[in-house]
């Protein structure tokens, strides 16, 4: 690290400790703001309101919302250090992160309405209704909550990597950082985060607008230098790239949305058509992904460099080796705050899962608001201890099998919505083989998101979860073939359907 | 207008069909085609999304 310039080392973490700070307080005094606007409901008292934030996030709210939580700090550290590190093929998150809308627009109406219709919270209550089965309920949520737990630990190491770029002690600052996202999250419920995102989002905005302005401009020849010549990295994919590139890019958007963070920041939406609407507007953040990527490149050419252990930092010190160092704190900051609302909405995901799923039912509201505060400080707790005593390598690892299993979720949780006759039995048995082939040749492969397969003709590398789904729904269509179950409730009952909808809660806010 | 759904699948085909896009010319401004050719399917797909979303009824709940 550079510590030549003196004001470097006082004013970017003064600057950042400011920003850190004042997004945590707004957050955690969120009841207390909203109490003082005169909002409608301004209490915490229910799981709905707590962890639900009332179902009546509008379209605005639900765009900072589900932006500031799709698009984690963790994407802002780790995309250009895949760039950084790969070149082209980090651009995968490009196809990724635009191919998940038309898949949301599609289908995320429908489980909105199934939840708001029936009161459901979570992807397991969904689930559950539907097969009528509390072991699938159970499946779903222990899944949910295993693969949300790695990704939160991503973000604290986020937030670790930005601290120790300035030079802060890494371990207290992450403990700090613990019990911050801790008083954020257990005053404010989803509330916190959905208002705060906002900050974040404008923060993002700004430093990536600067950063993608700026830094071609010290480069001689901008944008056609940088992309034409990466210094040590591909322009275009290489041989052999394209497979993998397609088939993680397909995997990891039929994955996006079975997550509990991303899943709470839907059904939180006041309407059906707030999802709609924000499905059109929500590509607005991918332009922002593919400026972020580019950050690895202008890395390279600016001469940034760091062994293979530490690509996370290529970002934090990009910003500080060319920005002044008040404007390097302010976009550290803006990291850090957009590594804390995405944690905030996965624990309180998480929560979601534990009081409504894996915990017999609670007595009244009350009670369900405290377990779910307590579950989501189990869960933060679990993140931390997953990166101080084990290694960022591990959650890492941890992370990769948990988009494997959550993605054996996706024939109980979506093909559950189509006109299918599925059985029970048969999302079990092909939950038992997706999960079974997935890890074991995740785990064969030591660790590799990619196996290696032979189609007659074709043959190349190809995402493993994406596989072990295929596998999956081939064996749920099969037995169901044998074994058929019943279609799905608002199909078999339309006239529940349409008295649901008289509901008087039923578009109020629109 | 459901048959309208079924442009959804242009992303799909259009992002996932690697070989069609994986090359450098043409570039615009100097930059690839790889990277422009993505940065464009990104308001493409929002108004195809429109378009289904204002034009498919979709915002009448199928029955």
Known sequence: ?510 | MKFLNWLLLLPFIALLWVPFYNRVTPTLCGIPFFYWYQFAWIPLTSLIIWIVWKMGGSNHESH
């Not at chain 1, 709905?48 to 932006?67: A, D, S, V």
């Not at chain 1, 990291?335 to 944690?343: D, F, Q, R």
Request: hydrophobic letters at 55%; proline letters at 5%; charged letters at 10%.
């Open chain 1, 1 to 510: 690290m550079n510590h030549t310039d003196s004001h470097t080392d006082f004013w970017a973490p003064v600057v950042f400790i400011i920003f850190f700070v004042l997004t945590i307080l707004i957050g955690s005094s969120i009841q207390q703001i909203r109490t003082l606007l005169g909002s409608r409901v301004a209490t915490n008292n229910s799981l709905e309101e707590w962890g639900l934030g009332g179902r009546h996030f509008g379209p605005w709210i639900t765009w900072f919302l589900i932006g500031g939580d799709f698009y984690t700090a963790y994407t802002v550290i780790a995309l250009p250090a895949l760039v950084y590190a790969k070149g082209a093929f980090g651009f995968f998150a490009m196809p990724y992160t635009i191919i998940v809308y038309p898949f949301i627009f599609f289908v995320m109406p429908k489980l909105w309405q199934i939840a708001r219709d029936n009161g459901y919270s979570t992807a397991a209550d969904i689930v559950r209704a539907r097969f009528d089965s509390r072991t699938l309920e159970i499946i779903v949520a222990i899944t949910g909550i295993a693969a949300v737990i790695p990704y939160m630990a991503l973000q604290l190491v986020g937030i670790r990597d930005v601290v120790e770029t300035l030079g802060l002690p890494a371990v207290t600052s992450l403990i700090i950082a613990f019990l911050a996202l801790a008083a954020y999250t257990w005053l404010g419920g989803l509330h916190a985060p959905a208002l705060t995102a906002f900050i974040k989002d404008v923060m993002i905005y700004i430093t990536v607008l600067v950063a993608v302005t700026l830094i071609p401009l010290h480069i001689h020849g901008g944008y056609s230098t940088l992309l034409a010549n990466p210094s040590g990295s591909d322009t275009v994919l290489k041989a052999g790239q394209a497979l993998p590139f397609a088939t993680l890019a397909l995997s990891s958007a039929l994955a996006g949305f079975l997550y509990p963070h991303t899943l709470t920041g839907v059904l939180a939406s006041r309407s059906a058509d707030t999802i709609r609407q924000n499905a059109v507007f929500l590509p607005i953040y991918t332009i922002l992904l593919g400026l972020i990527s580019m950050l690895g490149f202008m890395a390279h050419a600016v001469g940034i460099n760091t062994d293979t252990a530490h690509h996370g930092l290529i970002v934090p010190l990009l910003f500080l080796k060319v920005f002044p160092s008040w404007f390097a704190g302010f976009c550290l900051a803006s990291i850090a705050v957009g590594a804390l609302i995405p944690a905030a909405v996965m624990a309180i995901g998480a929560a979601n899962l534990v009081t409504k799923n894996i915990l017999p039912p609670q007595k009244d509201q009350k009670t369900m608001v405290r377990t779910s505060r307590v579950a989501a400080f189990l869960t933060k707790l679990g993140a931390l201890l997953c990166i101080l005593f084990l290694t960022t390598k591990f959650a890492l690892n941890f992370q990769l099998l948990g988009c494997v299993v959550i993605l054996q979720t996706f024939p109980a949780v979506i093909m559950g919505l189509m006109r299918l006759r599925l059985s029970t039995e048969a999302i079990l048995t092909g939950w038992v083989v997706g999960s079974a082939v997935g890890v074991g040749l995740t785990l064969a492969d030591g660790l590799k998101p990619f196996h290696f397969l032979h189609f007659g003709f074709v043959s190349g590398n190809v995402s493993t979860a994406l596989f072990s789904m295929v596998l999956n729904c081939i064996v749920v269509l099969l037995v169901s073939w044998v074994r058929p179950g019943t279609l799905p409730h608002h199909m078999t009952h339309p006239h529940l359907k349409g008295e649901t909808t008289k509901f008087p809660l039923a578009e109020p806010y629109m």
